[in-house]
């Protein structure tokens, strides 16, 4: 299970700032993705329209849901599927294990996938006698290294070429010395070359899904590496693990949202892969899984369909968010504490595991917007940011300093004839105090700014004193 | 003199980081806004446009602040700010504010549509293309997050800094970046915001400008803050100081 460390963003991230190999990582972040995804939007003129279609697609199924899921288990089951119901991680993590044992497995291969991060899925089946495979290449490094995804589709966008060479090294002992793990491409061959034999050994394998099509009863993912594809059909027994928002109407409605995905994502107009999975093998396919289960996960899902934070449900997982947010940009994912970092993150964490153990993420944003700007369905980040800082302030998490000195200035705010007098007066003050340099390095209570920056000096009458003097000259 | 169309009357939301800082900004705006034709008021029933609160969840505060302020400045044709931030809060929240008042909520929707911020009223709606300003500087100009997507503005600074004579513009490498001030972010989290503002002074510093230029004092006076705290030569100004040719004053932070 991710350990959460979500209460201790201020010491992750100072520990971020100050770590050389995530600060160097983090630039590809800063130039590639938002680059790419620039261009490809700039490419497509009718980008926009699409994001309102997508946009509108998900509403429509949110409106809809029970509907659409039953509609979906009814397809599945109807192609020879399983559909399993599941109200929390325990049981979706119950469920996997029971299939695996039902087949004697001893090891599954995984596609990606973020929800099985989010039910602590691997740490759990390798304590029950399951070793589970990361076979995406960036999955495959973190496994390795014994770390969490920093990113919900680069995992290992944190670390540097020189670190992930020597992870190789350590890992892989049958490389000679000399060979050259110099280019990415030459990593991929060795990974490719170890993983070849897990895929042909696997006795379950496990994905999540980009989307479930109602109308066929189909789960969908997207992929760069082909990866996906060995893990669902090669092993005897292919698990979907889904959040239940993951549905989608139809196969158009799917294509469409696809379309603003991976230009979303990763700048691509399309992913690699995109690959369909409906149901097991059937008589004279050449190859396929010989059980087909997939598990509806709630975790949550169903609260938030109800309240303020419903159009965080129509997240499609680009990771576009945190691409352009400059504080993921900073202190990279990890900070963050938990499964899901950024602003997508800091969103949907506090609703999964609860606002009191992650107070700090809705707080840690500028609402500079930029995330909103070019999320793909529209989500209005920032606002439902301020919602739960709402929240926090409601249930008196806000830390106590930080209501009392919003509570006095908020008195003052609100009476403008005593907040008029009183700003005078400070403002005199430190004009005075300032001797004349015109800004100040230090001064008490504003350690927080003078930290790191000046502090400019007020010129000093208020302009509201002045205002004030000269329309009494004027009506003298 | 009687054929003279009258004046449009503007009430102006000052912001309370112009009225205690800088509230040389509040006399270049309306110097401004004189300068276009209107007639320019200052009602005293007014603070803060209640960001603090609102950002920091505090609604019933946020709900007061704005009912003062939209009770202040009714029955002026235009309210404006020479603040982004102010004025995405006045036209974009505060209605929001007022869902389950109907009355109100009609009401703060009237004064929303009102609302504007000070560069984008001269030019969308007062048709200002040039002033007569003239200022000899290389300068670079910062979007503020809340002006630019909340209220697009983008084209508007640009254009009218271009008919300032002696003023040459040399644009930063990702100027819609946020600067790291986020209100009360910056103080709260000094470690983030300062690696954000570290990334922002190092795009202004390769610009080569002498001068930096935005529409939001929060900004202003974070960047040039850290400017100072590195010692870069590059000074700061609110934009409205140099398109109403008030650069008297010392720049922001200096003596």
Known sequence: MVEITSPAFKDNSTGALADVNLQKAMRHVRVNFIEKRAK????????????????????????????????????????????????NAIEARGIVLDICRKVNAKTATKGKSMITEEIGLNDFLEKNGVTPIETDLGEYIIQLRGEHPSHIIAPAVHLTMDQVREDFRKAHKHLPADRPLNEPQSLLLEARGILRDRFLKADVGITGANFLVAETGSSVIVTNEGNGDLTQILPKVHIVVASIEKIVPTLEDMSQIVRVLARSATGQEMSVYTTLSTGPRRKGDPDGPEQYHVILLDNGRST??????????????????????????????????????????????????????????????TLCGRCESVCPMQIPLPKLLRHWREREFEQHLTPASVRFGLGIWAYAAKRPALYQRMTGFTMGMLRFLSGGRGRFRWLPLAGGWTKHRDLSAPQGRTFMAQWKAKQARISK | MKTEKKKPRVGLFVTCLVDLFRPSVGFATVELLEQAGCEVDVPFAQTCCGQ???NSGDRKDAREIARQVIEAFEG????????????????????????????????????????????????????????????????????????????????????????????????????????????????????????????????????????????????????????????????????????????????????
């Open chain 1, 40 to 87: 490809a939007a700039a490419a497509l003129p009718e980008f926009d329209d699409l994001r309102s279609s997508a946009r509108a697609i998900k509403d429509h199924v949110l409106d809809h849901l029970d509907l659409y899921l039953e509609a979906y288990e009814a397809k599945v089951t109807e192609r020879g599927g399983h559909v399993h119901w599941a109200a």
């Open chain 1, 304 to 365: 938030m369909l109800g309240n303020e934070f419903r159009d965080m449900l129509r997240c499609i997982r680009c990771g576009a968010c945190m691409n352009h947010c400059p504080v993921y940009q900073s202190v990279g994912g990890h900070a963050y504490g938990w499964v899901y970092p950024g602003p997508m993150g800091s969103v949907l964490t506090p609703a999964l595991i609860g606002i009191e153990k992650s107070a700090h993420l809705p707080n840690a944003s």
């Open chain 2, 52 to 54: 603090p609160a609102y």
């Open chain 2, 76 to 255: 002026y044709d235009y309210v404006v700010a020479p603040s982004g931030s102010c004025a995405g809060m006045l036209k974009k929240h505060y209605a929001e504010l007022f869902a389950d008042e109907p009355a109100f909520h009609k009401r703060a929707v009237a004064f929303s549509m009102r609302v504007h911020e000070l560069v984008s009223f001269l030019h969308d709606v007062r048709g200002i293309k040039e002033v007569s300003a003239s200022f000899d500087a290389k300068v670079t100009y910062h979007d503020s997050c809340s002006g630019l997507r909340e209220l697009g503005i983008q084209n508007q600074p640009r254009q009218l800094l271009a008919s300032v004579k002696g003023v040459t513009l040399a644009e930063m490498k990702g100027p819609d970046i946020c600067c790291g001030f986020g209100g009360t972010f910056c103080v709260k989290y000094p470690d983030v915001s300062n690696a954000i503002v570290g990334e922002k002074t190092a795009s202004i510093n390769a610009t080569g400008a002498d001068l930096l230029l935005a529409g939001d004092l929060g900004c202003l006076m974070n960047m040039s803050g850290k400017l100072k705290r590195e010692g870069s030569k590059v000074k700061a100004r609110h934009i409205a100081e140099v398109l109403a040719g008030m650069t008297s004053e010392p720049a922001i932070g200096e003596g």
